[in-house]
């Protein structure tokens, strides 16, 4: 089936360490998109990609960073510079060439956690 | 994108009909309505979305007013797994990636 695959779904991270969240999509989608949900809250824009090597920083981009060197694979790093990463996570990706009211399709999301 | 409006709660029978409505009086020509849902601790599901006239599929119908400044989402015959919170967005039609932006959607409770 198609989809967009997230992993791990839980995360832990220790003090001063960076960790990477997969985003997988075999949707053949151009766009995918990285978002943070605080407990209670709505969705924040951290960073997105409209093409392969290509990104852009969201509303909340301290502290991450993204790659894009294939287009079906978006990670993300929590760097140690983000000071409060306690999070769900999720990815999104959607069509943008010539359909570009089509919606954002989500994965499942990933639970970071601080020990 | 417009500004919408959604009451934070409501109940629904099971095997009733759910009609989550949703206000967006500032909403311009060229953007839709998207609805999605969150069930609790996964992602949001994408549920339909329309712009002007009225949309049907397989999860539910979206019911868009005339004068475009309100629309209902209908879910014919809820079930228990149809509990989440749903969100009503306005997009505008964009030919670049744009972020969606969820407010604190209708938390739709099914009842046995």
């Known amino acids: 089936d198609g989809g967009i695959t997230q992993s791990p779904k839980y995360l832990f991270r220790k003090e001063g360490q960076n960790v990477t969240l997969s985003c997988e999509q075999n949707l053949n989608h151009d766009a995918m998109y990285w978002y943070r949900q605080d407990p209670g809250q709505g969705l924040r824009l951290i960073y997105y990609?409209?093409?392969?090597?290509?990104?852009q920083k969201g509303d909340i981009a301290e502290g991450y960073s993204v790659s894009r060197e294939k287009k079906e694979s978006f990670p993300l790093t929590v760097t140690s510079a983000q000071k409060n990463p306690t999070a769900f996570y999720l990815c999104?990706?959607?069509?943008?060439?010539?359909?570009?009211?089509?919606?954002?399709?989500f994965g499942d999301g990933t639970r970071l956690s601080i020990l | 994108d417009a500004k919408t409006t959604q009451p934070p709660s409501m109940d629904c029978a099971e095997g009733r009909a759910a009609n989550l409505p949703c206000n967006h009086s500032?909403?311009?020509?060229?953007?839709?309505v998207y609805w999605y849902r969150q069930i609790h601790s996964q992602g949001p599901q994408y549920i339909i979305h329309?712009?002007?006239n009225n949309e049907t599929n397989e999860m539910a119908s979206l019911i868009i007013t005339e004068d475009r400044k309100s629309s209902t989402l209908i879910l014919p015959h809820a079930t228990l797994r149809d509990t989440a919170v749903y969100y009503c967005?306005?997009?505008?039609?964009?030919?670049?990636?744009?972020?969606?932006?969820f407010g604190s959607g209708t938390q739709l409770t099914v009842l046995p």
């Open positions: 999104a990706s959607s069509d943008i060439q010539g359909r570009s009211n089509q919606p954002q399709h």
């Open positions: 967005i306005v997009r505008v039609l964009s030919g670049s990636a744009r972020q969606l932006t």
């Open positions: 329309g712009l002007k």
């Open positions: 990609s409209q093409i392969v090597n290509d990104f």
């Open positions: 500032t909403i311009s020509g060229n953007e839709y």
